[in-house]
């Protein structure tokens, strides 16, 4: 059996004329009337009493025509829903970032404008640091990723670099320098520093780093924080200060004071990046044509 057996069955019903179903399927009405008799051979029932005027149904027809129709309709569903999928229009997506990313408004704005141009696909949220994002795209359990990446870390991987933000200075408000509108990083030579985990982010970890180097000091780690709201936390109890990227500081934490670096001011790097090679799922392919429309 075949669908289109059951559409010429519905026409005719629709019809109960032979000549008029014909017409109105485009086809002759000799080929129409054997292609019935062949369906009704293979069912082993008469659908259709022949009259001399048109047709009517008969009991099996009446029996078979509503499952008949959905039948019909649901290979027009499933044929509707694989040409959805192909464009990306439905399924899931699945997209990692950072923590400090999460802070960052280009990042929430684009998800939020993919989100409204494609409301039935599903988009899983996902919160890691930059070390398990690499590793969620490597083995494909996310399609996405805003996060921090270190030269040699995208093997594999296609980035695309998304605008840098200065990082500023979280200070305690009880702090010397607190109420100065910028700071030279050599002022804090003599401060203990709260920084983001290496092993969770190398670029991050090590772009402060060398920045105080290049200020003519090695900072004095006193504590390092798995989150990057957790290291504003911990600056704003005194534990020391922090180099944080220009999108945390509207974290408004009691205790704790944001201050720009002066001169040339380190910057935090963001990229958003999915797997290389293969075929590029239709989601991910969309998702990265709209950040080319943003540009």
Known sequence: MELRHLRYALAIAEELHFTRAAAKLGIGQPPLSQQ?????????????????????????????????????QAAEQAASAAKRAARGEIGTISIGFTSSASFNPLVPQLIGRFRERHPDLRISLVERATSHL????????????????????TEGLVC??????????????????????????????????????????????????????????????????????????????????????????????????????????????????HRRGGLLPPAVRNFMASLANED
């Open 36 to 72: 019935i008799r062949n369906l009704e051979d293979e069912l082993g029932v008469q659908l259709f009493h022949r009259l001399s005027r048109g047709v009517e149904l008969t009991e099996a027809g009446r029996a078979f025509m509503p499952l008949a129709q959905a039948a019909v």
């Open 134 to 153: 690499l590793e969620g795209l490597l083995d494909a359990t996310l399609d996405l990723a805003f996060l921090r990446p270190a030269l040699g870390e």
């Open 160 to 273: 695309r670099r998304l605008p840098d933000e200065p990082l500023h200075v979280a200070l305690p408000s009880r702090h010397r320098l607190a109420g100065e509108s910028e700071i030279e990083l050599v002022q804090l030579a003599g401060d203990p520093f709260i920084l983001y985990p290496r092993t969770n982010g190398r670029l991050l970890y090590d772009s402060i780093i060398a920045a105080c180097r290049n200020a003519g000091f090695s900072p004095r780690i006193a504590q390092e924080a798995p989150q990057m709201a957790s290291t504003v936390n911990l600056v704003a109890a005194g534990v020391g200060v922090a180099l944080v990227p220009e999108s945390m500081c509207q974290i408004h934490g009691h205790g704790v004071t944001y201050v720009r670096i002066a001169g040339d001011a380190p910057m935090a790097q963001l990229a958003v990046a």
